[in-house]
């Protein structure tokens, strides 16, 4: 018990329980793509043969190098270029080098290229090909900038990628995370400690096994441009289970990305690749100062969809003086959240607030097209918390189930993108003492 606690601050707050929806089996899913299109005349489209023209690119120069004798023609400057399978660019300059034709190019956009049609495609993720390194991309040099590498543990457990674990130091706090595909699920924890000395002020544990998850996907083009588009997280199957322990913490956030996804699926779709990715979020509040303590234990299971949609039905209606592009609309559908926690605890000093609250989301889905983001996050945050405050005296232990997802539509031709879209948010709390009703 914190000294200056009364008798009613070190009562512990109740459980919770929520239980909605039943678990039954999940249908086979088996992978499927549709292409049906066709090209605008201004378009240099390379397929077949031809795609195999190209030599090397590099994405983050836009440099291009083609054997120029194996090309039906000389692509113009300005001209969107499709090499199918591969890019999807348009044409600064053009220059003759020898054999070979080399090709200095920008991001270019798919209703550059498609007058009409149709793609579509449903894949399930295999969870078996899960893996976490710090082999990073350029992109995640900022991320190692700002962090210490204490240890990478590779350890082979006989699977093909096996068991990977790494540690990381950012600030006072160290994480850890370990994930093990088994047996077509993946299994994940991580782990977010702060010491002082020896001795572990703060404790927060996360662990997570996602049992099933189905990306889906879809588009039209009418007369040039983008008319629908449908980007799905279907079905997915998560235990939760939630563990904070703290005291005389001090003050910070939790906050750590993936930098680099556990799985990455590329997804053919006729010239098209999309790539499917799967990583992780942690996020968190340590409010815990001088001698206050808290903690909490929660399980979630849950399994439902989230999507995202996109219409042109609003083409031309004026919003606000500017010409509206199209309507986003997000789906959620909870189909089965499961939820139970022990009681929660929290205690400090007269007049010193608490806040202990720590939550993951994972999996956490990100789209693209030939490597630029559509949907950058798609996810399923589930978060628990141990809370006291002052003025009146008000315990309360919470839960939330947050899905939210960002978009960029640019590359499939619509000026339209969100940081944060919030899809759908549900919350559950235990209150004690003086707590306000709501």
Not at 47 to 62: C, F, I, K, N, S
Not at 317 to 342: L, M, R, S
Request: proline fraction near 5%; include cysteine; hydrophobic fraction near 40%.
């Amino acid at each position: 018990m914190a000294p200056g606690a009364n008798e009613e601050d070190d009562a512990r707050v109740s459980a919770i329980e929520a239980h909605e929806g039943e678990r039954t089996p999940l249908p086979q899913v088996a992978p499927a793509a549709a292409w049906d299109a066709t090209f605008k005349p201004s378009a240099f489209v390379l397929e077949g043969t031809a795609a195999a023209a190209l030599q090397t690119y590099v994405p983050r120069t836009g440099e291009m190098t083609f054997m120029a004798d194996a090309l039906p023609r000389v692509p113009r400057v300005g001209q969107t270029m499709l090499v199918a399978g591969k890019a999807l660019v348009r044409v600064k300059s053009v220059a003759r080098q020898g054999r070979s034709l080399l090709v200095q190019t920008e991001p270019g956009n798919l209703a550059e290229v498609i007058q009409d049609g149709r793609f579509s495609f449903q894949t399930p993720v295999d969870l078996d090909a899960a893996r976490i390194t710090l082999d990073l991309p350029d992109e995640g040099r900022s991320f190692l900038a700002q962090t210490t590498v204490e240890k990478i543990d590779k350890t082979t457990l006989g699977s093909k990628d096996g068991i990977k674990k790494w540690s990381i130091s950012r600030g006072d706090l160290t994480y850890e995370i370990v994930a093990t595909p088994k047996k077509g699920t993946l299994e994940v924890e991580a782990k977010v400690i702060k010491k002082k000395g020896a001795k572990a002020t703060l404790a927060y544990v996360a662990k997570a096994t996602v049992n099933n998850l189905v990306v889906k996907g879809g588009g039209a083009y009418q007369g040039g441009k983008l008319s629908e588009l449908k980007f799905k997280q279907e079905d997915l199957d998560v235990d939760v289970e939630l563990s904070l322990q703290a005291a005389g913490s001090g003050l910070g956030k939790v906050d750590l990305t993936l930098p680099e996804p556990a799985i990455t699926l590329p997804i053919t779709v006729g010239p098209l690749v999309f790539t499917a990715k799967v990583g992780l979020k942690l996020i968190g509040a340590i409010t815990i100062p001088g001698t206050a303590s808290a903690q909490a234990y929660v399980k979630f299971k849950y399994r439902g969809d989230t999507e995202l949609d996109y219409d042109d039905v609003e083409m031309g209606v004026k919003v606000e003086g500017k010409t509206a592009a199209g309507k986003v609309t997000a789906k959620a559908n909870t189909k089965v959240i499961d939820i139970d926690t022990k009681p929660f605890d929290s205690a400090a000093m007269i007049g010193l607030p608490v806040d202990a609250q720590f939550g993951i989301a994972v999996p956490r889905l990100s789209i693209g097209l030939f490597g630029t983001g559509i949907v950058p996050y798609m996810h399923v945050g589930f978060v628990a918390g141990s809370r006291l405050k002052w003025g009146p005296l008000c315990k309360s232990g919470y839960i939330k189930m947050v899905k939210s997802a960002g978009y960029d539509f640019s590359v499939l031709g619509v000026k339209l993108r969100s940081d944060k879209l919030f899809v759908e948010e549900k919350g559950w709390r235990s209150p004690k003492g003086g707590c306000p009703k709501k």
